[in-house]
C-alpha cells in the first residue's frame, strides 16, 4: 500500500480544486494548472481535499496511485524554489527543511520581479558577480533532473541516467 497515495491532498483557501473524470484543475492566484489522472486511479473531491484511490489492486495501479497523489500535490503547492526580498535580507526556499537567509551585501540591490527569479544589480561587477555566485552555491544545477538555481543565461547539459 501506498504511504503517500493514502493521504488526501488538501486544498488551502483562496485555492479551488476541481474534478471532471480524470482531469484535475487546480486555479489558484497565480494561474491555472491541470494534471490527468492514469485510468488505473480514482480521483475524486470531498471535504476539501482531492482523494486518490486506486481501481484495483493490480501493481499498475498501486505504482501509479502514490505517483498520482504526488503531482495532484504539487498542482496544489506549486513547484518550483522561491525568493522573496525582506528589508536587507534575501529569503531564499530552496527545499531543504529551513528557508536559507541570505544578507544582501552593501552596494547591491536585489529584487524578486517573480517567486522563482532573482535580480542581482549593483554598480561593481565582480561584487554582483560575487553574490550571484554565492546565492547559487546554496542549491546549484544538477544535470539529472535539471533542479537548482541558475543563471539566466545558462545551459544545463541534461544526463540520461543509469541504464538496466
Given at each position: 500500500?501506498?504511504?503517500?497515495?493514502?493521504?488526501?491532498?488538501?486544498?488551502?483557501?483562496g485555492v479551488t480544486a476541481t474534478v471532471d473524470g480524470q482531469m484535475v484543475k487546480v486555479k489558484g492566484t497565480k494561474g491555472e494548472l491541470s494534471f490527468v489522472v492514469p485510468e488505473e486511479v480514482s480521483v475524486a473531491l470531498a471535504d476539501g481535499a482531492v482523494a486518490v484511490n486506486p481501481r484495483d489492486e493490480s501493481k499498475t495501479a498501486r505504482a501509479k496511485w502514490g505517483m498520482s497523489r504526488a503531482q495532484v500535490a504539487n498542482l496544489v503547492e506549486g513547484v518550483g524554489y522561491k525568493a522573496a526580498v525582506a528589508g536587507k535580507v534575501l529569503k531564499l526556499s530552496l527545499g531543504y527543511s529551513h528557508d536559507i537567509d541570505y544578507a544582501i551585501p552593501a552596494g547591491v540591490t536585489i529584487t524578486t520581479p517573480r517567486?522563482?527569479?532573482?535580480?542581482?544589480?549593483?554598480?561593481?561587477?565582480?561584487?554582483?558577480?560575487?553574490?550571484?555566485?554565492?546565492?547559487?552555491?546554496?542549491?546549484?544545477?544538477?544535470?539529472?533532473?535539471?533542479?537548482?538555481?541558475?543563471?539566466?543565461?545558462?545551459f544545463i547539459f541534461r544526463k540520461e541516467g543509469k541504464k538496466k
Open positions: 500500500m501506498s504511504r503517500v497515495g493514502k493521504k488526501p491532498v488538501p486544498v488551502p483557501s517567486p522563482t527569479e532573482v535580480v542581482v544589480a549593483g554598480i561593481d561587477k565582480q561584487v554582483v558577480g560575487q553574490t550571484a555566485a554565492e546565492i547559487r552555491e546554496y542549491r546549484g544545477p544538477e544535470p539529472y533532473k535539471g533542479k537548482g538555481v541558475k543563471y539566466s543565461d545558462e
